[in-house]
């Protein structure tokens, strides 16, 4: 079977060589005979220009009613925002997002507003857009919000998982900056990095961020205060993705050994001294992808570039890690988007969506992981109470260092319920954006030629127009000191 499926040798007291599986032949339980099902043709999305953008991101982005997808785009960024009812072939002139001025390199739907999607891009900006009442009729290219604050392009964006409003984003500046969308400003800098961020991921309450970095560390930090509470050196194991195992006090990452294989490790995020196990997956290059349901302790493992999709079932007593079966497609894969928990199909006992970018054929296919059930009725037992669309905090209260747990919701009456929250946009004011005692706006570069140009001319009318200014005082200075000279000289009153 080898490594790839999950296995590790041991050297016995006898000093023979054995080889030891970490998932019995009968283990029980009931998500060993979960399937992974390809939508039908015309129940999939084709004819869109994927990005062929090397960035390591999904690209994609999903909830209940939009699909969104970051496209190639001649000068600029844009990324497809499609109804999820709208499949089949897209038109060529289909209307974009395209206010960017480089390449989006990361898109996230708002989880408690469903027309609220987050982009950020090359041009250093993130971007907050409002998705119209079924869909796009012409190309946006008006942004709701520019936050301006990187110094550098920004490569992720997450949404606070229970609080309302707050963004986290990570640059090529090293730096994190957390976004209370109520104002419109960064009110938070994590600046722990010494090189560039690769992941970011929220524990269940969100009282926890956890991130991977370019510089070998694995980071827990507490994000309110930008606080390092635990950092692991991975030289054996270089970390790619991290992803918080929901309560389980766990942090799982994917990576690549001393030997270039891919593998996995699983932590204590109380204790990152070393990794409580870590598993060989195969020799392949390609980055991979980890997702976690909290729902039925499932993780799944994506290799971006082949088209394979394992899956493993999570538990807090040894051996922690079962494996369960593999998905395979020949058709590989550049990025995943998954499906948030109210959007599955629960009649068909559907446990987690994958929408699956195939750049090759330009198709994003739905892949539906299916526990096979008898019974038509609700399976209670597979589906317990989830995170739903409701925030548990505002902004302030979060900032104030409330945590509090998601709000739950069921999904036995099946998904219908829409968002009764709106975004309302802050009016904003001129003024410089100060975080940690730092101007965050003060040395914004401009982000295209022409905003360089403008600049420069801009400067230089200002030159002119202070130096006209300061001959106008220069005289002005003269005429008084004449006059004060002339007072001087004038013979006294009596």
């Not at 999950?6 to 030891?20: A, P």
């Not at 925002?81 to 898109?107: A, F, M, S, W």
């Not at 991130?211 to 994000?223: A, S």
């Not at 030289?235 to 050994?257: A, I, W």
Request: charged share 25%; glycine share 8%; proline share 5%.
């Amino acid at each position: 079977m080898g490594l790839s499926l999950g296995s590790v040798w041991t050297d016995d007291v006898s000093g023979e060589r054995s080889q030891m599986s970490w998932r019995p032949q009968y283990r029980s339980s009931k998500f060993r005979n979960v399937y992974g099902k390809v939508a039908n043709r015309e129940h999939c999305f084709d004819g869109i220009p994927i990005t062929k953008n090397v960035h390591d991101n999904h690209f994609c982005a999903v909830n209940a009613r939009f699909l969104a997808i970051v496209t190639e785009s001649a000068g600029g960024g844009s990324f497809l925002v499609i109804p999820l009812e709208q499949t089949g072939r897209i038109e060529p002139n289909y209307p974009k997002v395209c206010g960017h001025q480089g390449n989006v390199l990361d898109i996230k739907w708002n989880p408690f507003i469903d027309n609220i999607i987050a982009s950020c891009s090359e041009d250093t900006s993130v971007r907050i857009w409002e998705i119209p009442e079924g869909g796009l009729k012409r190309n946006m290219t008006e942004a709701l919000l520019e936050l301006h604050g990187h110094s550098r392009r920004v490569g992720l964006v997450e949404w606070h998982p229970t609080t309302n409003n707050i963004l986290f984003s990570a640059g090529y500046d090293y730096k994190v900056l957390i976004w209370n969308l109520d104002v419109g400003e960064p009110v938070k800098m994590i600046d722990c990095h010494s090189d560039v961020i690769l992941c970011m991921s929220f524990n269940t309450d969100g009282s926890l961020l956890t991130t991977t970095c370019k510089d070998k560390k694995l980071r827990v930090i507490e994000p309110r205060s930008g606080r390092v509470l635990q950092e692991a050196n991975c030289k054996n194991h270089r970390v790619n993705r991290v992803v918080f195992l929901g309560n389980m006090k766990r942090l799982l990452t994917t990576g690549v050994s001393r030997w270039n294989t891919r593998q996995i490790a699983l932590w204590d995020q109380e204790d990152l001294s070393m990794p409580l196990i870590e598993e060989e997956i195969d020799g392949l290059s390609g980055l991979l992808f980890p997702f976690y349901d909290a729902d039925t302790h499932m993780l799944y493992l994506a290799g971006k570039g082949d088209g394979n999709i394992r899956y493993y079932e999570i538990s807090t007593e040894k051996p922690y890690l079962s494996y369960l079966m593999e998905f395979r497609s020949p058709a590989p894969q550049k990025g995943l988007g998954v499906m948030p928990k109210h959007g599955l199909d629960v009649s068909a006992c559907e446990v987690f969506r994958f929408y699956k970018l195939v750049t090759l054929k330009g198709l994003i296919e739905p892949i539906s992981m299916i526990v096979p059930r008898r019974s038509d009725s609700y399976q209670e037992d597979i589906y317990p109470m989830t995170p739903g669309t409701e925030p548990a905090l505002t902004p302030d209260e979060w900032l104030g260092g409330i945590d509090r747990d998601p709000v739950l919701m069921s999904l036995k009456e099946g998904y219908k319920k829409s968002s009764k929250m709106v975004f309302k946009a802050p009016i904003k004011e001129k003024k410089s954006v100060v975080v940690n005692g730092i101007d965050l706006l003060e040395n914004v570069p401009p982000r295209t030629e022409n905003e360089l140009l403008r600049m420069f001319f801009r400067q230089q009318d200002e030159i002119r127009r202070l130096k006209e200014e300061l001959a106008q005082k220069d005289i002005r200075i003269r005429q008084l000191q004449l006059e004060l000279k002339n007072l001087r000289n004038s013979p006294k009153n009596c």
